[in-house]
């Protein structure tokens, strides 16, 4: 019976409760935009960031970046040093403070990786399916000799077979100055790309080249080191004994970040304009010199001794698509307890966090949901309640045949919860199915598209039933306090 009294309420009463349905509608989807966001990236996410570092996530050796209050209980065995693999892997340019402050730390925490050999986690039968590739990261500090002068440099090994695969998925031609790229063709060849833009603003991300643009078919020579040994995992260079190489520029490269609206003084351009607002173009800057891996690797074994394993200290994992790499993350971090998986748009966060830059904190889209769900949630307690009041009478006549006040609170508690999944539904549907949509175009099966559906959905109806019950209670306990004789004073009034 309450269950037929509810649907006839409802029909009688549609404006107000269409009302409330849209409230709800609009809470919905707001809920589901920020949990398909949450969920995983978007194609472009830190697109530049993937471009530099050759990866759609990073795993660390070790443990980095833990938050004491999380420490387990043997924390106080824990030790503070600095990290030593400066030259070594990308940490350095997205969080400098571990280089210069130091971290915290389990003892005997494992300093690298065998480059030679993945982790077993990573290895192509264990690892999550949705990676794609895995490579280690080749660098190693050098000289470049210009002109007379000496300017420090990274030499980074690109894997080009990769850089070919993810060609149009990372927009190569957008981060192209001059010339070429590299190609697999070059691999062995004594041939270089190069950072290709004059500086001009503050260095705002990476590090800035000593030196200057270099062009296309230009030659360089490059100072490498010597290898002595690897202590502790840590290489030790000989810089009295080195070796030099010749290498032609192929291409040139330019890594643009983000569009910011800055004092003209500050941004290091029209400083006799100081107080105006300019828009700049923000770029990722780095003094590395890329050259094929396959090269680097032959300059490697020129420079240290015979058998030696070479060692990496970040090892760069590619993506079937990059919607999956938050999730991803998580399943390595948790079979991976003494490494550091990080994606790299968090990386990117990161950086810009430790230089003082604005951030959109991630609690944001949980308190825009939070906002948008106690609007609807107000929109709900005073539709109802405008209801209960038109609706005295009949609710008088229900008490006199002999409906309980539990009955009553059901009732009502009832209409409320049917409009609201209906919103809810109904704000779900529109926007999971743009969602959906775009989600198709990509590399995520369908399965996975289900999955996520499936989880958002009921994630979005669940908490609008949710909103129903505790916004309901008002005007359910208004309804069931009156009693049938005050309503009937009122009428004979």
């Not at 923000?282 to 032959?298: M, N, S, V």
């Amino acid at each position: 019976m309450i269950w037929h009294l509810a649907k006839r309420n409802i029909s009688r009463n549609w404006a107000q409760c269409l009302l409330g349905i849209i409230g709800v509608a609009v809470a919905a989807a707001v809920m589901t935009a920020s949990l398909s966001l949450q969920s995983g990236y978007p194609e472009d996410a830190a697109q530049p960031y993937r471009v530099f570092m050759g990866a759609d996530l990073v795993v660390y050796p070790g443990t980095v970046g833990v938050d004491y209050e999380r420490l387990p209980r043997d924390r106080e065995s824990w030790q503070w040093s600095l990290r030593k693999d400066k030259d070594l892997s990308d940490l350095w340019v997205f969080n400098p403070d571990l280089y210069r402050e130091g971290y915290l730390h389990p003892p005997g925490d494992p300093v690298s990786f065998d480059a030679d050999e993945l982790p077993a986690e990573l290895q192509p039968t264990k690892r999550p399916p949705q990676v794609k590739q895995v490579n280690p990261l080749l660098r190693m500090p050098v000289q470049l000799l210009l002109e007379g002068e000496t300017h420090s440099a990274g030499l980074r090994g690109r894997d080009t077979d990769v850089d070919m695969q993810q060609w149009s998925r990372w927009n190569l031609d957008e981060y192209l100055k001059r010339g070429r790229w590299l190609e697999p063709r070059d691999e062995g060849e004594l041939v270089a790309m190069a950072y290709g833009r004059k500086p001009g603003t503050p260095v705002i991300e990476g590090v800035r080249p000593s030196y200057g643009v270099l062009g296309v078919d230009d030659e360089v020579t490059i100072r490498v080191p010597r290898l002595v040994k690897y202590s502790d995992d840590i290489p030790i260079w000989d810089w009295q004994q080195t070796k030099e190489f010749d290498l032609i520029i192929v291409g040139t490269f330019a890594l643009p970040t983000d569009v910011h609206r800055e004092d003209a003084a500050r941004a290091g351009e029209f400083p006799e304009h100081s107080g105006e607002l300019i828009i700049t173009q923000h770029y990722l800057e780095t003094d590395d010199i890329f050259i094929p891996a396959e090269t680097w690797r032959q300059i490697f074994d020129e420079i240290a001794p015979s058998d030696t394993r070479l060692r990496s200290y970040q090892m760069n994992v590619i993506l079937q698509d990059i919607f999956t790499a938050r999730n991803v993350s998580e399943q390595l971090a948790a079979e991976m307890p003494d490494s550091t998986v990080r994606t790299v748009p968090d990386m990117a966060m990161l950086g810009r966090a430790g230089r003082g830059q604005s951030v959109i904190p991630a609690d944001v889209s949980t308190m825009v949901v939070l906002g948008s769900f106690f609007i609807a949630g107000m929109l709900l307690v005073a539709n109802m309640y405008l209801m209960v009041m038109q609706r005295r009478k009949d609710m008088a006549v229900l008490k006199a045949v002999g409906m309980s006040p539990g009955q009553v609170m059901r009732l009502i508690l009832l209409e409320t919860t049917m409009f609201s999944a209906l919103g809810g539904l109904i704000g779900f549907s529109l926007t999971r199915l743009a969602v959906t949509g775009v989600l198709s175009l990509s590399e995520v099966s369908s399965a996975e598209i289900a999955l996520l559906t499936a989880r958002t959905g009921g994630i979005v109806v669940g908490s609008s039933v949710l909103l129903a019950l505790i916004f309901g209670l008002l005007p359910a306990y208004q309804a069931v306090r009156q009693t049938t004789m005050e309503v009937l004073r009122e009428v004979e009034k």
